[in-house]
């Protein structure tokens, strides 16, 4: 088995899966893995399933067609409150924070079984959508209120005939800051965007998935694929209000959380 360095270095996201069954002995190592991160409250539940037809069902949340299991995780207040009142008393906490430990403890589970997953040789890839789509997500699961997705994330064993590289990240000066946060000026936003550019344009990476975002409002686009790179397509991503009909309050506030 890899050492735990080598798998965070090598680790990418997995688009592509072969047909090799994940077997419920793979996945209980996984998960039981997943489940000893740290955590505040262990406010974090997992669906998953490798049932095609309710995969089908999740409309509009970017399933990998390929994918062999599908896990959804989220923050989970419907256990912690049953405990509360199991001890005799009354859940009155601040929601806004009752969702942040969630989202962090669902965080730190994530990244084990991302991390697990990879050790055993499977490969995956997250799906971020998944809050906005929460009322699907709770019907076809039969979730409750006060259950609320964080993410999702498609996995199996990586496909080999799909080449995949690593991505580039910024320069680790930009993102880790010795004794005091250091703003950004104008030459180390040209460094950051450029590790990032340069290095998806060398591996062709929008080019070869033709994942160019098109400008709102049919707006002309005179960004070739030679250029159109990752500090492009992120910017794009930041140009529409929201993803979904609603704002993620509002889809929270419809899962019964009292976010003001
Ligand atoms: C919270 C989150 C949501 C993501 N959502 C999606 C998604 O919906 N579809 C997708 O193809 N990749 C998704 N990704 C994967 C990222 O695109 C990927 O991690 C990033 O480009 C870096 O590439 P790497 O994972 O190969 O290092 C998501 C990643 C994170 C952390």
């Known amino acids: 088995m890899k050492d735990i360095f080598s798998i965070m270095h090598d680790r990418r996201s997995i688009r592509k899966f072969t047909d090799k069954e994940v077997t419920k002995e793979v996945l209980e190592q996984i998960l039981t893995a997943g489940f000893r991160a740290p955590f505040a409250a262990q406010l974090c539940s997992i669906v998953y399933t490798s049932d095609k037809e309710k995969m089908k069902m999740l409309k509009g949340i ?97 496909d080999p005939s799909v080449e995949t590289d690593t991505r580039p990240r910024y320069p680790l000066r930009y993102s880790a800051f010795e004794d005091e946060y250091k703003a950004l000026d104008e030459t180390a936003i040209k460094e950051c965007m450029k590790s990032m550019d340069e290095g998806y344009i060398t591996q062709g990476y929008y080019i070869k998935n033709k994942a160019k975002i098109p400008l709102p409002d049919g707006k002309d686009d005179d960004v070739d694929y030679d250029k159109y790179s990752w500090s492009e397509h992120i910017s794009r991503k930041h140009l529409r209000e929201r993803w979904g009909d609603d704002t993620l309050i509002n889809v929270i506030r419809r899962h019964g959380f009292k976010i003001e």
């Open 62 to 158: 970017g399933i990998y067609p390929t994918t062999q299991v599908l896990m959804i995780f989220f923050v989970d207040y419907d256990r912690m409150e049953k405990i509360i009142r199991a001890r005799g008393y009354e859940n009155i906490f601040d929601d806004g924070m009752s969702l942040w430990l969630g989202i962090q403890d669902a965080t730190l589970v994530i990244e084990n079984v991302i991390l697990s997953a990879e050790a055993l040789g499977l490969g995956s890839v997250l799906l971020g959508v998944i809050p906005q789509r929460a009322d699907v997500v709770s019907e076809v699961f039969n979730v409750p209120q006060r259950v609320f997705p964080v993410v999702g994330l498609c996995l199996g064993y990586p």
